[in-house]
């Protein structure tokens, strides 16, 4: 069994990565929609689709609503390109050998997202953000014809893709995270039409630790969608 101080600090990381992560995950969301007009406007209409949007009724209650694969690709490119740490870390308690380097016990290791997310032979064109790697066989986000990249993180090998850790320490609140990101970018995009810097206001800049987060001096200036369409 374990000891109270153990359970406490476990209930405690799960609050914490319950909340913080997940707020992560939809600033940094934000953050690449910004100067993405027409991942933007792809979202909109897969919600519009949906039924989520115009006066949408009971159906937007239903989780199947929510699916969303687009919108799901858009977070899940989000957290390839900017992971909100460099993974957990373990202590090997007996001496290992992994793709032939020794690690003797006691030594810390660690699997970093951040490596293997950049890594062309994992993730085709790493450089660039395009939501539709993760939907098989669509066209380009963009509008344009066929996108090459379309499907192809849906076939990665297992073990490839941890956004929340690997194997019985993996987070189980991804895909709520998930969930909340999606029903985050459809009402952000439905309320707002665009955003940045304010003007006046500090650069933006990064807290490193314990995960990456913009600073809370960063201020933004919204365009409500109502005043944008009026105008």
């Known amino acids: ?15 914490w990565g319950a909340y913080i992560e997940t707020a992560e995950l939809m600033c940094h969301t934000l953050l690449a929609l910004e100067q993405r007009p027409a991942v933007r406007g792809e979202v909109l209409r897969e919600a519009r689709a949906a039924g989520l949007l115009d006066g949408a009724g009971p159906e937007a ?10 919108t799901l690709g858009v977070l899940r490119e989000t957290l390839r390109t900017e992971p909100p740490g460099g993974g957990g870390f373990r202590v090997a308690s007996e001496g290992i050998r992994i793709a032939g380097y ?3 016990a006691g030594y810390v290791v660690t699997a970093d997202p951040r490596i293997g997310n950049a890594m062309p032979e994992v993730f085709p064109d790493p450089d660039t953000f395009e939501p539709r790697r ?27 893709w941890f956004p929340g850790g690997i194997g019985a320490h ?3 609140g991804v895909p709520l995270a ?6 985050f970018a ?6 707002v039409a665009t955003w ?9 800049s990064f807290v490193t630790l314990p995960i990456k987060i913009p600073a809370d001096s960063y201020e933004l200036e919204l365009v409500p969608r109502a005043a944008a369409e009026a105008a």
């Open 170 to 172: 993996g987070c189980p």
């Open 186 to 191: 459809v009402r952000w995009l439905q309320a």
């Open 178 to 183: 998930e969930l909340v990101g999606r029903v």
């Open 196 to 204: 940045g810097r304010a003007e006046g206001g500090p650069e933006l």
């Open 102 to 104: 020794d690690i003797p």
């Open 61 to 70: 209650a239903r989780l199947d609503a929510w699916q969303l694969p687009y």
């Open 1 to 15: 069994p374990w000891s109270d101080e153990r359970a406490a600090t476990a209930a405690m990381l799960m609050v």
């Open 134 to 160: 993760w939907v098989r066989g669509q066209g380009s986000s963009s509008g344009g014809g066929g996108c090459p990249l379309a499907g192809h993180a849906t076939q990665l090998a297992k073990g490839a």
